[in-house]
Structures are given as structure tokens and as C-alpha cells.
């Protein structure tokens, strides 16, 4: 057996896995042939997944991929696997994004052929641009039934063209020696590609199996080397692969400019570590996960356009990818400005108007920034910054009421309380109810742009689908954080994932909402800010030369959905929460199964 047609920007090579026997012990055997390859095969894949470290399966069903299917369930029923069953191959998609996302580990998906393979692009584009794990069992015809107009067969090889680190088009197996070699030869180098743990550059990759008939056959398994349940126990000569790191030192950076760091969605903690060790001012976006420490500037917007704060910049360092507002860009392009981008993986870099000066894996300030950051010049550096920042976001005339108690409130408060909702009172109120054992989610709607402009410091896991920025795949999303967040071994388990969405993004994926019967049902809350349509549209310059009934036909597109009967239909609990009072309460009440919180808001 021969697979070819590497994609992860390499040198194309072609080898035959199937000439080398591979040692290992697998953790399951089949207790007698099943007499179907395609049956033997996807148990020797499988298998060699788990011993690798995967611990979930998204399976979208098919005829196809009847085989991949059913050996899931007995590997599901030995406890070695958890697996997961949507209808939607976009939902399946983005569900095991989100599990990956959470978990550092690639989930696998399996599709059958046709249509459903085309259907997991966007989860592919998304975890590209994010450099996320994600390995697809795409399900094909064998040679003979390709291009003679078989049904729901089209070209699957190279479908996902850049956007996957490695597509292998794998011929089907027939019976022959050496076929689990093969197949466990398949899944090493899957596994270690999707990790990037050579390239250090994470991401998709795709094995398309094809497979003919018989497409399955009856299959028993036994556990070997792990017993049932016990999936997360390492095995011994069977280390799993790291997921790439930064190599190489550190760029040094020295004291000199007037600099400050930038944190954009995935920088993580080492962007607000740089700046409080070296004293520089922190602006970093809601999920970027560095959105807190003492140097944290939250106005950013207002600062970054004075001449006596964003004009005296002379050096950026961007971590991440910065996605929320035009003025970081702008920021980049200026000449007077030194930009440096940082970057641990990946093979795409920020870079505004091609002016970045420098690309690296790693900064850290020198011990003559760190030294030279106590200074009282170096403070005020950056004490200018945060003390402007709190002074604009202290003009807030919005109610910033305690969590809800009736008990001794003036007629004022008393008033507030029983006040719409509005989007800066839904994006405080969510913040708050956010703790550091929880998730929080946010889709691509006004409503991260609103916490973004306004929400205080705070360490907590936040993720937002910003390779692409897209609204596609956002409810799965949040259920892979919440599912891979939850599960028992996790040492945060007990905590509540929250997904922020407005009301278009929920109805983009709403097919997701449907979770399979006996399936773990986990803590997630929806909050759904309802304002009828898409009203980011009306912040945009198209509101100022656009008649209004166009921008509502075409862009705004008016929706009077049923949530209420949307959550009922997929079995979800539902409530609703028009005032502060009934808010603060629906987001401080325990959430046992998944919730649909619906909250008006004015357009």
C-alpha cells in the first residue's frame, strides 16, 4: 500500500509505509479477523491513535465510513475512547476544534465521502489560521470508482489545498500483510504532524482512506496493555509527541524605545508576563488570554489615537494575533514605529502592510530592561497609560450595580436594576460571572468588540474562533471547550463554560445545538444577545451611504426566530432575561445541562 501527496509546505514525498513492520503494543486486539480490511484497518488505526494520546472521535455518520464508525463504538465501549456523533460534519468540525483547543491533543473527525468531506472546510481554515490540532478520516471510493460519476464521490485528495499540514490519499486495504503497519505507520506520522513536533507548526491534516467493500464487518476487541476506562495511563515505550515549542533563545530585548506589548487572541500569559517584568504598557484584546496584571491598558482605543500617548510609541511587540480594532494596525504601519511580531508556532505571521520589522519564537527583556523598568521614568512610562485608561473608563455612565439583592437598594438602584438590558450591562454582567475554573466563549458579533472596549482585568480562559473571525461553528465550538473542560480527569472540571453570541451567530450554528441521546450533556450556558439581526452592520461606514432598506434586506437581515421553542426543539433549558435583576440572576445560578439564556437587547 502506497500513500502520497504531502501539503504541509515540505519537500512532496512518496513512501511505502506498508515495507517496514513497526514494533509497538497496541491497546486493543480484535479477538478474531473480521473478515473486511476496511474493518481490520480502521481498528489498527484507531488503535494506534489511542496509544498516541487521542482521547475523542467526532463521527459524522455514513455508509462509507461505516467502518471507522463501528470500530469508534467498541473502542467507545472498552472506555478508550469518547466519542461523539453529529449529524453536521461543520459542527463535527468545530467540535473537535474546541476539543483541541482545550485540550492541547488533536481530536479525531471522520466523515463519510462526497459532500460531507467538503462540509468540514471551514473547521479546517479555522484551525489552519489558528494553528490548531485536528486530524480528518476522510472516507473514499477506492481507484475503480473514482471518476466514472459514482455516487457521492468527487475528488478528495488535495480538497483542503493549503490549509492542511499533510493529506495522504491512503488506497484501500485488502487483506494483505503488513496492512496494520501500515496503518499504524499512518497514525504516527498523523499524530506528529497535526503537533507539528518537526515543523512546529500545528494544524489539520487529513488521511483519506479509501475503503470498498464488504465496507464492514462485525468486530469484537479486547483491551491488552490498558483496561477499560483507563484511556489516560501512559504506556511504556510509547511516549507521546510534545506539541511544538518556540526553539531557539530568546530575542533579547533592551531597554531604549518607548515600547508597548500587544496581546491579540492566543498570545497567552508570556505577553503580560513581558510587560510587567520590563514595565511597559499591556493592551491586550479579550482573548488573548493576557488580559490582566498591573500594566493592563483597556482604553487602548481612545489612547492609542493621542498624540501624547499612542504618538509617543516608538517600538510594538505583538503577540498573537490582534483582530478587534483598526487602531493596532495602524499602529504597525506608522514609520517612526519598530513592530515585532512574536510567535511560538506557525508559519503565518501578523504583519500589517508587510512593515513588521522582525519576526521571532520568543522575546524576554534583558536584566538591564528589568533593572532599567523600576526606574521612576520607566514607571511613569507606563503609569501614564494605565491611569488614562482608568480615568476614560471611570466617564462609563453606565450602572455598574452589584450582583442582584433587593435587600437595602435606593429607588435609584432599585430603578437600574429594572432597566433593559443593554450590550456594555450584558458584557459586564458575563465578565463578572466568569471565574478562573470556568470557559468563556465569545463569538464574532458586537458583543466581543463591547468587553473588549470595556471589561477590567481579569485571568481567565477565554477563546474566541479568530483565525478567520468567522460566525461559522461557534456553538460546537464552545461544546468541545466545554466537554474537554469537564471531563473527570480534568483538574477544572467543575466549572461552567458561557458562550457569548449574538443572535445571528447562534442561528449560523444552531443545527449544533442537537446533542445524540446518552451522550455527556456539559455545563454551558448560551447567552444569546438578541437584537432581531446583524447590527454590527449599522456601526460600519456602509450605514452612512447605504439607503436603509437595502442595509436591512442585505445586511442587517431581520430574523423573529423562536428561541424559546429553538432550545425546547434540541431538548435545551431555556430563560430569558430582559433586566439586570433577571441577568445577574440567570448568571449566577448553578448550571447543570445546556442552557439557552436569551437576552433582549435594542437595536
Given at each position: 500500500?502506497?500513500?502520497?501527496?504531502?501539503?504541509?509546505?515540505?519537500?512532496?514525498?512518496?513512501?511505502?509505509?506498508?515495507?517496514?513492520?513497526?514494533?509497538?503494543?497496541?491497546?486493543?486486539?480484535?479477538?478474531?479477523?473480521?473478515?473486511?480490511?476496511?474493518?481490520?484497518?480502521?481498528?489498527?488505526?484507531?488503535?494506534?491513535?489511542?496509544?498516541?494520546?487521542?482521547?475523542?472521535?467526532?463521527?459524522?455518520?455514513?455508509?462509507?465510513?461505516?467502518?471507522?464508525?463501528?470500530?469508534?463504538?467498541?473502542?467507545?465501549?472498552?472506555?478508550?475512547?469518547?466519542?461523539?456523533?453529529?449529524?453536521?460534519?461543520?459542527?463535527?468540525?468545530?467540535?473537535?476544534?474546541?476539543?483541541?483547543?482545550?485540550?492541547?491533543?488533536?481530536?479525531?473527525?471522520?466523515?463519510?465521502?462526497?459532500?460531507?468531506?467538503?462540509?468540514?472546510?471551514?473547521?479546517?481554515?479555522?484551525?489552519?489560521?489558528?494553528?490548531?490540532?485536528?486530524?480528518?478520516?476522510?472516507?473514499?471510493?477506492?481507484?475503480?470508482?473514482?471518476?466514472?460519476?459514482?455516487?457521492?464521490?468527487?475528488?478528495?485528495?488535495?480538497?483542503?489545498?493549503?490549509?492542511?499540514?499533510l493529506s495522504e490519499d491512503v488506497a484501500a486495504p485488502d487483506g494483505s500483510v503488513g496492512e496494520s503497519d501500515t496503518a499504524i505507520a499512518l497514525a504516527r506520522l498523523a499524530y506528529a504532524t497535526a503537533l507539528g513536533t518537526q515543523t512546529n507548526n500545528p494544524g489539520p491534516v487529513q488521511l483519506n482512506l479509501a475503503f470498498r467493500e464488504p465496507l464492514s464487518a462485525a468486530v469484537e476487541l479486547e483491551a491488552v496493555a490498558l483496561e477499560a476506562g483507563a484511556a489516560d495511563a501512559v504506556l511504556p515505550g510509547r511516549p507521546d509527541a510534545a506539541p511544538a515549542v518556540a526553539t531557539g533563545p530568546p530575542l533579547p530585548l533592551p531597554p531604549g524605545p518607548r515600547t508597548v506589548v500587544v496581546a491579540g487572541a492566543g498570545a497567552g500569559p508570556a505577553a503580560e508576563q513581558l510587560a510587567r517584568l520590563a514595565g511597559w504598557p499591556l493592551i491586550a484584546e479579550v482573548s488573548s488570554g493576557a488580559r490582566f496584571g498591573p500594566n493592563l491598558v483597556v482604553a487602548y482605543r481612545e489612547l492609542l489615537g493621542d498624540a501624547d500617548f499612542g504618538g509617543q510609541v516608538q517600538r510594538v511587540i505583538v503577540f498573537g494575533h490582534p483582530t478587534l480594532s483598526r487602531e493596532i494596525p495602524a499602529l504597525v504601519l506608522r514609520d517612526d514605529v519598530e513592530t515585532i511580531v512574536v510567535a511560538p508556532a506557525g508559519l503565518e505571521w501578523y504583519n500589517p502592510g508587510h512593515r513588521v520589522a522582525r519576526f521571532v519564537r520568543a522575546v524576554a527583556a534583558t536584566d538591564e530592561a528589568i533593572v532599567v523598568a523600576g526606574t521612576r521614568e520607566a514607571r511613569a512610562w507606563a503609569g501614564r497609560w494605565v491611569m488614562a485608561s482608568r480615568s476614560i473608563l471611570a466617564q462609563d455612565t453606565e450602572l455598574d450595580a452589584p450582583a442582584f439583592n433587593t435587600h437595602g437598594l435606593s429607588k435609584a438602584e432599585f430603578a437600574a436594576m429594572k432597566a433593559p438590558v443593554t450590550r456594555a450591562m450584558l458584557a459586564d454582567a458575563v465578565w463578572r460571572a466568569s471565574w478562573p475554573h470556568d470557559r468563556l466563549v465569545l463569538g464574532a458579533s458586537r458583543l466581543i468588540r463591547e468587553l473588549d472596549t470595556r471589561v477590567t482585568g481579569k485571568k481567565i480562559p477565554v477563546h474566541a474562533n479568530r483565525g478567520l473571525a468567522g460566525i461559522d461553528g461557534t456553538v460546537a465550538t464552545a461544546l468541545g471547550i466545554a466537554l474537554a473542560s469537564q471531563a473527570g480527569a480534568h483538574p477544572l472540571s467543575t466549572g461552567t463554560t458561557r458562550l457569548l453570541v449574538g443572535d445571528v451567530t447562534l442561528l449560523h450554528d444552531a443545527g449544533s445545538l442537537l446533542i445524540a441521546p446518552g451522550e455527556v450533556r456539559p455545563r454551558l450556558q448560551v447567552v444569546v444577545g438578541n437584537d432581531?439581526?446583524?447590527?454590527?452592520?449599522?456601526?460600519?461606514?456602509?450605514?452612512?451611504?447605504?439607503?436603509?432598506?437595502?442595509?436591512?434586506?442585505?445586511?442587517?437581515?431581520?430574523?423573529q426566530v423562536n428561541l424559546e421553542a429553538l432550545a425546547t426543539a434540541y431538548g435545551w433549558d431555556y430563560a430569558r432575561a430582559a433586566t439586570r435583576s433577571t441577568l445577574e440572576s440567570a448568571l449566577t445560578a448553578p448550571v447543570a445541562r445546556p442552557t439557552l439564556l436569551e437576552v433582549p437587547l435594542a437595536r
Open positions: 500500500m502506497r500513500v502520497t501527496s504531502r501539503a504541509d509546505g515540505m519537500p512532496e514525498t512518496t513512501e511505502d509505509l506498508g515495507s517496514t513492520t513497526l514494533p509497538g503494543t497496541a491497546l486493543v486486539r480484535e479477538v478474531a479477523p473480521s473478515g473486511s480490511p476496511a474493518t481490520d484497518f480502521s481498528v489498527a488505526l484507531l488503535a494506534e491513535f489511542v496509544s498516541l494520546g487521542v482521547r475523542d472521535i467526532v463521527l459524522s455518520p455514513g455508509s462509507r465510513s461505516q467502518a471507522l464508525a463501528l470500530a469508534a463504538a467498541e473502542f467507545e465501549r472498552l472506555g478508550l475512547l469518547r466519542l461523539h456523533v453529529r449529524i453536521d460534519e461543520r459542527g463535527a468540525g468545530f467540535l473537535a476544534l474546541g476539543l483541541a483547543i482545550e485540550s492541547g491533543r488533536p481530536a479525531l473527525v471522520a466523515c463519510t465521502s462526497g459532500t460531507a468531506v467538503a462540509n468540514l472546510h471551514p473547521a479546517v481554515l479555522e484551525a489552519h489560521h489558528s494553528v490548531v490540532p485536528m486530524i480528518l478520516l476522510t472516507a473514499d471510493r477506492p481507484a475503480e470508482l473514482r471518476g466514472i460519476r459514482s455516487n457521492q464521490t468527487t475528488v478528495q485528495p488535495g480538497i483542503f489545498a493549503g490549509a492542511v499540514r432581531g439581526g446583524g447590527t454590527i452592520f449599522d456601526g460600519l461606514e456602509v450605514a452612512a451611504t447605504a439607503a436603509p432598506s437595502a442595509i436591512d434586506r442585505v445586511l442587517f437581515t431581520p430574523q
